[in-house]
């Protein structure tokens, strides 16, 4: 009798290993699939924050060129009608 509750013991013993077996398998592949699902999000926010880093500031500088830009077309203007004032007077005194 001994022999024989050793033996039913032991297939219990593996048939419950083999089903805690199975559900650790299960969970560990759901818990993969959660942590690449989460970092494929993580991946996606960081390229979108990178992005937008690298659209900013070529907005901001688009913005200070165009202003730079009216600045000095108003002293290429200012120079050049004060040189032309200057040279017409210097012609038409002579």
Do not use: H, Q
Request: proline share 1%.
């Amino acid at each position: 009798m001994d022999a024989t509750y050793r033996a039913e013991l032991r297939d219990l013993n593996e048939l419950n290993f083999s089903r805690f077996d199975a559900k650790l398998g299960e969970r560990l592949a759901e818990s993969d699939t959660r942590w690449e699902r989460r970092l494929a999000d993580f991946d996606v926010t960081w390229e979108r924050r990178i992005a937008e880093l690298r659209t900013e500031p070529k907005a901001e500088l688009s913005e200070g060129l165009r202003g730079l830009e009216t600045k000095l077309l108003r002293w290429m203007f200012g120079f050049w009608v004060s040189t032309l004032i200057g040279l017409g007077a210097l012609f038409f005194r002579g």
